[in-house]
């Protein structure tokens, strides 16, 4: 199979894939909702100059799609729940341009409820 000028080394490739796949798994355990995952696995793609790969994220797995090699890559959820310190580790590993209001840390623009009474 022949390169392009335009692509990474396959061993650069599996490299990025396998990185791209903990980052996803870490992010779940860390409780990140999935729309925050796949997005900043997008941005981490695209930021390599990969933006073809097909990035798929489940609740409790992430698929990777290398259409280059033809080649699909699951990874499943670590069963497992983050303490704190990995879980700002999976958060410093990631893209640090996410959207303002976007993702589980923003809450400026909600109103304060009022306690419930217990039941």
């Not at 791209?20 to 409780?31: D, F, K, N, T």
């Not at 925050?36 to 489940?58: K, N, Q």
């Not at 290398?66 to 704190?84: C, S, T, Y």
Request: charged residues 30%; proline residues 12%; without cysteine.
């Amino acid at each position: 199979m022949s390169q392009r000028p335009d692509e990474a080394p396959p061993e650069e490739g599996e490299d990025l894939e396998a990185f791209v796949l903990e980052l996803g798994r870490a992010q779940l355990a860390a409780g990140y909702p999935v729309d925050d995952v796949t997005r900043s696995l997008h941005a981490v793609t695209e930021a390599h100059g990969r933006p073809d790969l097909g990035i798929f994220v489940l609740p409790n797995a992430v698929l990777l799609d290398d259409p280059v090699i033809g080649r699909a890559r699951v990874i499943a959820e670590n069963p497992k729940v983050l303490r704190m310190d990995q879980a700002a580790a999976a958060e410093a590993a990631g893209p640090r341009d996410r959207p303002k209001g976007q993702g589980g840390r923003d809450y400026a623009g909600r109103r304060p409820r009022r306690p419930r009474p217990p039941s």
